[in-house]
């Protein structure tokens, strides 16, 4: 061996023979003093070997710190399998290198190597044949370069690690992230609950306060007008007591305008809770405007202008008429109470889009029309925006507004099928809509004409008067039996039904709708089975809810609210009675 080829596989060799791994070599040549002499010659060129007796000593001995395997092809020979089995076992990563001394006799081939190679177990792939005999230096550098090849099995080793390492850092920073993340959507749901909590709270305290508004509100206003008419009726008595008959039409003005008075409050109320008894009509909401105008001029005076924008391209609407001008005169006055130093006022129509809540398919297509009280007043801010529906609610001094106004109107416009809108800023006035469904009637039915009711004397007709409130029973016996009819009364469905299907001339019920037990819409329905063209006036406080007034009534029944004059029965009964008396008698 030369000195010069030695140091030029030297050079090639330094890496792996400072390496800190690797540098061990298993040295198993089983004839003679092979292994020792390769084993100090490669203990000489700095190399760490190892002798192996045979396959197994190999097998046990190979782990990560072994470099290289030099074996002779006879130490193969008796059973090759605790090598391969060996071999097999390593890292997916690790393939240590064989050095294969062939034996001499392959050198008879003229591909010795490849005749050695194919003569090799089949597992082992990573082989380095050299022929025998060889020299020291053909020895040393065929381990070198297996010592080098295992030097990048190590490299590869340390990249697979980095990137597990880098692996499980990238998991550790999702997992922190992910945690992190949870945690928080914990705190924001943790946080929406107890505001959902806190708003729960606010809305039960503004509904409790509402409802003591509301009821403070009705006490305070009830107890005025029962003021008005008991003390009125107290004077009465005591005027008549002393025969003092002269003035005493001024207390019964002042009792029944109490008592007007605390109508108008109980019909705004039921206004608001959509349970008035409507009674809507197709109706010319431009006629009706116009019929408006002079009364509308006297609530504004004389510092407000009226400009009246109607389209002249309207459909009818269908709407209760008398409450439509009362939701019209409200949004009047307060449009007026909002221009103390005058302005003007604009009363318009038009037909406008849009599909009211809860109404069916025909309404939408027909649309609504818009009814629209604009004024030049002070205007509101959002926090008094979003508080004028409700009942109550009023920024007018004490004995100035009940605060029921827009509630009403707004309770009107939803029962009728349509919507109340509001549009206001401050200082820039105020605009409210009203939305009601247009109808398809082409024109308005004209009512009978009603007329002053003419002095009239019923000719002994036998009506049966259902009532439970023995107040309102008692005046309605009264003030038929002095219209000339004769009455029947019973205090509740059950009781009147014996009467119905009795043989007693029957000329016309009156029925409350709201009586205990059976109500007075079924006590209809069994007077009918009994009397098929008895005339039917029912009497109610509000309307029923979900109950339309045209699917309520049945043939040859009519409706009345209360309170209710004393004319407006009267009229309603000889009415009826005319209409009735074409027909037999049950
Ligand atoms: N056109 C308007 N311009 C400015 N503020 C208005 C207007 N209409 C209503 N408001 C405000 O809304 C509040 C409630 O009105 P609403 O008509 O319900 O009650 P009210 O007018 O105070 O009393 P009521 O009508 O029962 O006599 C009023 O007190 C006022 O503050
Ligand atoms: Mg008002």
Not at 451 to 469: K, M, Q, R
Request: hydrophobic share 45%.
């Amino acid at each position: 061996m030369s000195a010069p080829t030695v140091l030029s596989w030297k050079t090639a060799a330094v890496a792996h023979r400072t390496a800190k791994l690797g540098r061990k070599v298993l040295v198993c040549a089983p004839f003679g003093r092979d292994a020792e002499s390769v084993a100090a010659l490669l203990a000489k060129e700095g190399y760490e070997a190892a002798v192996c007796r045979d396959l197994t000593d190999v097998a046990s001995r190979l782990d990560d710190a072994v470099g290289a395997l030099l074996l002779t092809e006879e130490a193969l020979a008796p059973d090759p399998a605790p090598l391969t089995a060996a071999l097999d076992a390593q890292e997916p990563w690790s393939d240590v290198p064989i050095v294969l001394l062939a034996t001499p006799r392959a050198t008879a081939a003229s591909w010795p190597t490849e005749a050695v190679r194919l003569r090799l177990p089949e597992r082992l792939t990573n082989v380095i044949v050299l022929e025998r005999p060889l020299g020291a230096v053909s020895l040393v550098s065929g381990v070198a370069s297996a010592l080098k090849a295992r030097q990048k099995q190590f490299e590869i080793r340390e990249l697979i690690e980095e990137q597990r390492r880098a692996a499980q850092a990238l998991d550790a920073q999702v997992k922190e992230r992910t945690a992190d993340l949870e945690q928080a959507l914990h705190r924001l749901r943790t946080e929406m609950a107890e505001r959902a909590r806190a708003e729960d709270h606010l809305r039960q305290a503004q509904k409790m306060e509402a409802v003591g508004q509301l009821t403070g509100g009705i006490a305070h206003d009830f107890n005025n007008m029962l003021t008005g008419v008991m003390g009125s009726l107290d004077i009465i008595r005591r005027r008549i007591a002393s025969g003092r008959l002269d003035d005493i039409d001024r207390f019964m003005e002042a009792a029944t305008a109490s008592a007007q008075r605390a109508a108008n409050l109980t019909q705004r109320l039921l206004a608001f809770s959509r349970r008035q008894a409507l009674d809507p009509k197709p109706l010319d909401v431009n006629v009706l405007i116009r019929s408006l105008g002079d009364l509308i001029k006297r609530s504004i005076g004389e510092n407000v202008a009226l400009a009246l924008d109607l389209s002249d391209r309207l459909p009818l609407i269908v709407a209760d008429a008398n409450q439509l001008e009362n939701a019209i005169i409200n949004l009047v006055i307060n449009a007026r109470d909002a221009m103390p130093d005058g302005g003007e006022l604009t009363v318009s129509t038009r037909a406008a889009d849009g599909d009211p809540a809860g109404r069916g398919a025909g309404a939408a297509a027909r649309g609504l029309v818009a009814i629209t009280i604009t004024d030049t007043g002070v205007g509101m801010d959002e926090t008094t925006l979003a508080q004028v529906f409700e009942p109550f609610f009023t920024t007018k001094p004490i004995g100035q507004g009940t605060g029921l106004g827009l509630s009403m109107v707004y309770g009107f416009a939803t029962q009728s099928g349509g919507k109340a809108e509001i549009r206001s800023a401050p200082g820039r006035g105020t605009s409210v809509a009203i939305h009601l469904p247009a109808s398809d009637a082409e024109k308005v039915e004209t009512a009978p004409a009603n007329g002053e009711t003419p002095s009239f004397h019923g000719a002994g007709e036998s009506v049966l008067v259902v009532e439970d409130e023995p107040a309102v029973r008692q005046l309605l016996r009264e003030v038929l039996e002095e219209l000339g009819y004769e009455t029947v009364e019973a205090s509740d469905g059950q009781s009147a039904l014996p009467i119905l299907s009795s043989n007693r001339k029957l000329n016309l019920m009156i029925s409350d709708v709201g009586l205990p037990g059976i109500n007075g819409r079924q006590l209809a329905e069994e007077a009918r089975r009994h009397r098929p063209d008895l005339p039917i006036l029912l009497v109610t406080g509000y309307a029923e809810p979900a109950a339309g007034r045209t699917g309520f009534l049945g043939a040859s029944m009519s409706l009345i609210t209360k309170p209710f004059t004393l004319e407006i029965v009267a009229a309603k009964v000889r009415e009826m009675l005319a209409h009735g008396k074409d027909r037999p008698l049950a």
